[in-house]
């Protein structure tokens, strides 16, 4: 099915204005195309470790909606100028002129997929998505199939690659595994795969713990049936929290202190991660951190050895960093 966008070109003062106008006319979602810098708060909300640079002085937007290729698009243009007129002197609607397209019905959230096919972290780690077949692989080799839904981690990034070669080379057998900011729950996943005993996870995401959950069953793993972290038992625990603000959850998470935790997730998380991380592990136990930019190495390896770490190992791939640090003993 074809549909029909209308781009209005305006201002940044006028994006919600015409927002709240585009849902009174019906128009169910639109897209903000701007130069504005993302907020500190919007900007924890990504995956992302830093912002490109945008010229602040520039005020033009771009907002666009979408309407059914049957849909008149001049009378719909007809309409949003008509009800603009009753702001005219409240807001500045700059240009305010429009362009219309045609555009292809797209699965926008599955698209994703025909790009993310079986690929091997090593000699022995092959991923795989859900949807394909295991395909010519060793019996020797360790097949995890992952469907990352709308969760991060497919095992393809390089700060993911990083996590996984770590743990095959400093978590035993045995070993309690402790994995924070989970996603997709690939490294808790692997991580039992590799024959780590209790498994506890935990992501601030509710989406990501049940993508995570799917992810472990489709492996043949165990869940441990509970919410509660530290749970006994053979199963893994996904839990939905945050460890850092919430003493309380660090505290039942701590009662079992781990000889390894993962935390794949960006250099402003790690650096206050580190001030706790200290209360999770047991002594001499290993802190498998990624998702650092190159260019923060420095700050996360001098915050971890403030906080009496001592940095083991940093491995490096494309422009992203794994530091691996030990708790005194």
């Known amino acids: 099915m074809k549909w029909k966008s209308i781009s209005i070109h305006t201002t940044r003062e006028a994006e919600d204005i015409l927002c709240g106008i585009l849902c009174d006319l019906g128009f169910e979602g639109v897209e903000i195309r701007d130069s504005a810098q993302l907020s500190e708060e919007d900007r924890k909300k990504l995956f992302i470790d830093f912002l490109p640079e945008v010229d602040e002085s520039?005020?033009?937007?771009?907002?666009?909606?979408?309407?059914?290729?049957?849909?008149?698009?001049?009378?719909?243009?007809?309409?949003?100028?008509?009800?603009?007129?009753?702001?005219?002197?409240?807001?500045?609607?700059?240009?305010?002129?429009?362009?219309?397209?045609?555009?292809?019905?797209?699965?926008?959230?599955?698209?994703?997929?025909?790009?993310?096919?079986?690929?091997?972290?090593?000699?022995?780690?092959?991923?795989?998505?859900?949807?394909?077949?295991?395909?010519?692989?060793?019996?020797?080799?360790?097949?995890?199939?992952?469907?990352?839904?709308?969760?991060?981690?497919?095992?393809?990034?390089?700060?993911?690659?990083?996590?996984?070669?770590?743990?095959?080379?400093?978590?035993?057998?045995?070993?309690?595994?402790?994995?924070?900011?989970?996603?997709?729950?690939?490294?808790?996943?692997?991580?039992?795969?590799?024959?780590?005993?209790?498994?506890?996870?935990?992501?601030?995401?509710?989406?990501?713990?049940?993508?995570?959950?799917?992810?472990?069953e489709i492996n043949g793993l165990p869940l441990s049936g509970s919410d509660v972290p530290c749970a006994e038992g053979e199963g893994i625990t996904y839990v939905c929290g945050d460890l850092i603000s919430d003493a309380a959850l660090r505290a039942t998470f701590g009662s079992r202190r781990y000889p390894v935790v993962v935390a794949n997730i960006l250099a402003d998380v790690i650096l206050p991660l580190s001030e706790v991380v200290g209360e999770l592990l047991c002594p001499g136990g290993i802190f498998i951190s990624s998702g650092i930019i190159n260019t923060r190495e420095a700050e996360v390896r001098e915050k971890l050895e403030a906080e009496g770490f001592a940095v083991l190992e940093i491995c490096r791939q494309g422009d992203w960093v794994s530091i691996v640090a030990k708790k005194p003993e």
């Open 58 to 216: 520039d005020t033009s937007a771009t907002v666009t909606c979408y309407l059914e290729h049957d849909r008149s698009a001049e009378d719909a243009v007809a309409a949003i100028r008509r009800e603009t007129e009753d702001y005219a002197g409240l807001v500045d609607f700059g240009e305010l002129s429009f362009s219309v397209s045609e555009t292809e019905d797209v699965d926008w959230v599955n698209n994703w997929k025909q790009y993310f096919h079986a690929f091997r972290i090593d000699d022995e780690i092959v991923i795989k998505p859900t949807w394909e077949d295991a395909g010519e692989f060793s019996d020797s080799d360790m097949v995890v199939a992952i469907d990352p839904g709308t969760a991060f981690g497919t095992g393809s990034h390089e700060t993911t690659r990083l996590c996984i070669l770590n743990l095959k080379k400093y978590l035993r057998p045995g070993d309690g595994l402790l994995d924070v900011g989970c996603g997709s729950g690939i490294l808790t996943i692997i991580g039992r795969k590799l024959g780590a005993g209790l498994c506890n996870a935990i992501d601030i995401d509710p989406v990501a713990v049940q993508v995570a959950k799917e992810n472990t």
